[in-house]
Structures are given as structure tokens and as C-alpha cells.
């Protein structure tokens, strides 16, 4: 099993930036799919969440309206749009996955990739 | 929103038993999922479903929960189980996740 996150780096305030994890050695279009960040030296948050079919789709309030969570399931891939960056955006992001019939739990986390919100 | 508590920090001797709180108003009502992350690494998944142990963590590793509090518990600490450990679990509405701020567990 692999989840390999990648797109992250340096980007100013009220920039954009989009985030790729590519997942492999599992049913991807089967499991819920998750992104949590961490600050450097924080501890975790959750992003937000989609369902397998992309039916249900879910944000932590600090992050709606600017981020948008989408999945190909032709790909293997998850992805995380980020707009309007602002510095506390700042942190490495978790691509997670949720094993199928699981309901709220984080089964397996990729590496994560780094976020870097500065002037 | 709602919140989970946990205590910053604590510390056990190799052997000794440690015992991590979770404190949170959407317990007993949810699950708790608890975390280990060392340092430079990703969190693993230790506890899932308050009780249950995922394949391939060790039989020391055990969870259990008395109305609003969850408790992780490790028999027979050994060095390597030094790591910050997370609880988390879904809000009432099952849709947003929360977690607790962590509690960095050192092995004397």
C-alpha cells in the first residue's frame, strides 16, 4: 500500500496551490479519502474528507469556501485544491485513507507534502 | 465544533504502565481512534472502534472508555513507544472529525 502526496512548496499569501496524492496496492475507488495537516511542531487537523463515489464530500470550517477536495478514481488519484492561502494554512498535509465500512477513523497515511504560505 | 482534551504530556519507566486520557462531550456517543507519531514520521493508526487493535500493533497497546473519557492504555512500555499519541473521533453529526491536541508520552 502506498500514498504518495506531492504539489506542495512555497506560495504567497492569497495564492493557489493544488495537491495530488496518488494511492496504490489497494481498491482506490473504494475507500473514503481524507486530507489532515499538521503545522510545524502542532499537532494534527482535519481538512477534509470524500466518500468513494465522491457522494459525499466534507470541510473543517477554517477551511470551506477556499479549499476544494476531489478524487479521480480512473487514477488512483486525490486531489486538494487550496485558494486564497493564508499563513496558517501553513503546515504538511496528510493524504489519509478510510478502510471501507469504517466510519470516521484515518487507517493509513501517506508521507505527507509541505505547504509553505509566506510573503 | 467540539473539542478533545488531553493531557500534554507524561512519563513512565520501561515496563511500567502509562495510561493516555481523551476527554470529550461526544463520547460515549462515537468512537475514539487513537494515533501514534513519532518523530519525522506519519501517525499509524493504533486503536480503532475504542477497543479494537489493527493488525500488526502490539498486544501492549489497549483502549477503553468510561462515559466522556477514553483512555489508551500501554502494558509493559517499552523505549520505542516513545511518540506523541492522538485521540480523534467523529462529532455527533458523524461528519466532521476532531482531534485531540496530543499527549507526548517519554520513556524515562
Known amino acids: 500500500v502506498q500514498l504518495v502526496e506531492s504539489g506542495g512548496g512555497l506560495v504567497k499569501p492569497g495564492g493557489s496551490l493544488k495537491l495530488s496524492c496518488a494511492g496504490s496496492g489497494f481498491t482506490f475507488s473504494t475507500y473514503a479519502m481524507n486530507w489532515v495537516r499538521q503545522a510545524p511542531g502542532k499537532g494534527l487537523e482535519w481538512v477534509s474528507s470524500?466518500?468513494?463515489?465522491?457522494?459525499?464530500?466534507y470541510y473543517a470550517d477554517s477551511v470551506k469556501g477556499r479549499f476544494t477536495i476531489s478524487r479521480d478514481n480512473s487514477k488512483n488519484s486525490l486531489f486538494l485544491q487550496m485558494d486564497s492561502l493564508r499563513a496558517e494554512d501553513s503546515a504538511l498535509y496528510f493524504c489519509?485513507?478510510?478502510?471501507?465500512?469504517?466510519?470516521?477513523?484515518?487507517?493509513?497515511w501517506g508521507q505527507g507534502t509541505l505547504v509553505t504560505v509566506s510573503s | 465544533s467540539y473539542e478533545l482534551i488531553q493531557p500534554p504530556s507524561t512519563s513512565v519507566s520501561p515496563g511500567q504502565t502509562a495510561r493516555i486520557t481523551c476527554f470529550g462531550d461526544v463520547f460515549p456517543n462515537q468512537f475514539a481512534y487513537w494515533y501514534q507519531q513519532k518523530p519525522g514520521q506519519a501517525p499509524v493508526l493504533v486503536i480503532y472502534?475504542?477497543?479494537e487493535r489493527p493488525s500488526g500493533i502490539p498486544e501492549r497497546f489497549s483502549g477503553s472508555t468510561s462515559g466522556t473519557t477514553v483512555t489508551l492504555t500501554i502494558t509493559g512500555v517499552q523505549a520505542e513507544d516513545e511518540a506523541d499519541y492522538y485521540c480523534q473521533s467523529p462529532d455527533s453529526g458523524g461528519i466532521y472529525r476532531v482531534f485531540g491536541g496530543g499527549t507526548k508520552l517519554t520513556v524515562l
Open positions: 472502534k475504542d477497543t
Open positions: 489519509v485513507y478510510t478502510v471501507p465500512g469504517a466510519l470516521g477513523s484515518f487507517d493509513y
Open positions: 470524500i466518500s468513494s463515489e465522491s457522494h459525499y464530500i
